[in-house]
Each structure stands twice: as C-alpha cells, then as structure tokens.
C-alpha cells in the first residue's frame, strides 16, 4: 500500500488491504528488517470504507 495523506490521526492510503492488516504510517523511515513495531491505542477504523479509483 502507499501512504497518501494523513487526516487527523487517520491514515489515507492506496492499495489493498486485508480485514485485520496493519500499516505503520508513523516513523516508517527508520524501519529495517527485524525492526520490531509497537502498536499505539488508536479508535476503531470506520466500517465504511470505499474505493478510490
């Protein structure tokens, strides 16, 4: 997926994704292989989500 903004404390992004998939959309520069994440309490996702085209 490719980040395209962020809205808030919500992330807009292209591409597909999974029910249950997780981004890191914070600090992903610095991310390199075995880098461990750590998720941080966010709200609930909306249930509506559409596609952009």
């Known amino acids: 997926v490719e980040l ?3 809205a808030g404390a919500r992330a ?3 591409g597909e ?3 249950g998939e997780k981004v ?3 600090g992903a520069q610095r ?3 075995g880098t ?3 998720e941080r ?3 609930p996702a909306p249930q509506h989500v559409s ?3």
């Open 36 to 38: 461990r994440a750590v």
């Open 4 to 6: 395209v903004r962020m």
């Open 41 to 43: 309490n966010q709200p």
């Open 31 to 33: 991310v390199t292989e």
């Open 17 to 19: 994704l999974a029910a």
């Open 24 to 26: 890191i959309v914070d």
């Open 12 to 14: 807009v992004v292209r």
């Open 51 to 53: 596609s952009a085209q």
